[in-house]
């Protein structure tokens, strides 16, 4: 990623509210199948196999596509410099969130991840890898329409354990307290603290930095207890 882009990402990742978003989000609360979705273990776990309705909200609007196919919850945006995501209507206090993420399409000048914490369209962390090999903790809170960086220099920071392009990777993001934390592929890469929101939502999102469509696919999504 270039030092052009680095700015870019500062200045541009900004915060997305579509109302619809959060209306359908809020008709799979509690919805049929649900109690499937906290077995094994788990506070919440889905495959996306299309055997069980965990709450997750599908929507296409203003260029970004939310969908669970084939296996897979498929993000894919092509409006630069804003985040979309889907939450299951769920709330947490302390919890480990464990995601496969797969990008398999569009420009690697992107942002993909979890969600934690979320209060509403303006409150919430989110734990962020890109295509180009970078990361980043953060928050949005209300009165700040740009994303507010939790970790180091204020910025997304590069890391060659992240697998770049069209490819996979692990990503896991706890919240445990006023700890939030990041690793990805099993390796550990910042630890912040922050005592803003102390329970919420999770959620998956995707931004894309470039034009282009960007295609996130998430599988495996596991919500489990500290």
Do not use: H
């Amino acid at each position: 990623m270039s030092k052009d882009s680095t700015i870019n990402r500062n200045k541009w990742l900004i915060l997305f509210v579509l109302s619809s978003i959060l209306i359908t989000a809020c008709t799979g609360f509690g919805g049929s199948g649900t109690e499937a979705c906290d077995n094994g273990g788990a506070l919440l776990q889905d495959d996306f196999a299309g055997t069980q309705s965990c709450g997750w909200a599908e929507y296409n609007k203003s260029g970004t596509v939310v969908a669970i196919e084939e296996g897979v919850l498929q993000i894919s945006t092509s409006t630069p410099g804003q985040i979309f995501w889907t939450n299951p209507g769920r709330n947490f206090d302390d919890v480990i969130l464990t995601v496969q993420a797969r990008q398999t399409d569009g420009p690697n000048d992107n942002a993909y991840g979890v969600i934690c914490r979320y209060q509403d369209e303006g409150n919430f962390y989110l734990f962020l890898i890109s295509g180009d090999g970078y990361y980043m903790i953060g928050k949005y809170q209300t009165g700040q329409a740009t994303i507010q960086y939790l970790t180091e220099s204020n910025e997304f920071v590069f890391s060659e354990v992240i697998n770049q392009g069209v490819a996979t990777n692990q990503v896991r993001a706890s919240c445990i307290g006023n700890e939030l934390s990041l690793s990805v592929n099993g390796i550990p890469l910042a630890t912040v603290t922050d005592p803003t929101f102390v329970s919420g939502d999770v959620g998956l999102g995707v931004s894309t930095f470039e034009p282009g469509t960007a295609v996130v696919q998430f599988d495996d999504f596991r919500a489990l207890g500290p």
